[in-house]
Nanobody
Framework: QVQLVESGGGLVQAGGSLRLSCAAS????????MAWYRQAPGKQRELVAH???????HYTDSVKGRFTISRDNAKNMVYLQMNSLKHEDTAVYYC???????????WGQGTQVTVSS
């Protein structure tokens, strides 16, 4: 089992910055890729940023150039640096991780990010 705990959410003005953190514990040796998803009220959960075990990254178009995902395998952490925040970034942000063999997915409990316009 893998447990994921997010932190760093909060209220920020448009144009501001926040850094989300996700701490992984449990069977962390089995973790492969990690990612951040978000879900705004009335909308489906969407992928924000993804990072492979080797550090390769992928971002959804709406956050490219503003958000940066990173991971520290020694500390079992994944981060999301969010700059130039917009009101439409308001959502609950979830940490996600996958393990291989067997394939399993894990989710954190979510952290609220609210951007005031």
């Amino acid at each position: 089992q893998v447990q994921l705990v997010e932190s760093g959410g909060g209220l920020v003005q448009a144009g501001g910055s926040l850094r989300l953190s996700c701490a992984a514990s449990g069977s962390i040796f089995a973790i492969n890729a990690m990612a951040w998803y978000r879900q705004a009220p009335g909308k489906q959960r969407e992928l924000v940023a993804h990072i492979t075990s080797g550090g390769g990254t992928h971002y959804t178009d709406s956050v490219k150039g503003r958000f940066t995902i990173s991971r520290d395998n020694a500390k079992n952490m994944v981060y999301l640096q969010m700059n130039s925040l917009k009101h439409e970034d308001t959502a609950v942000y979830y940490c996600w991780a996958e393990r291989l063999l067997p394939y399993l997915q894990y989710w954190g409990q979510g952290t609220q990010v609210t951007v005031s316009s």
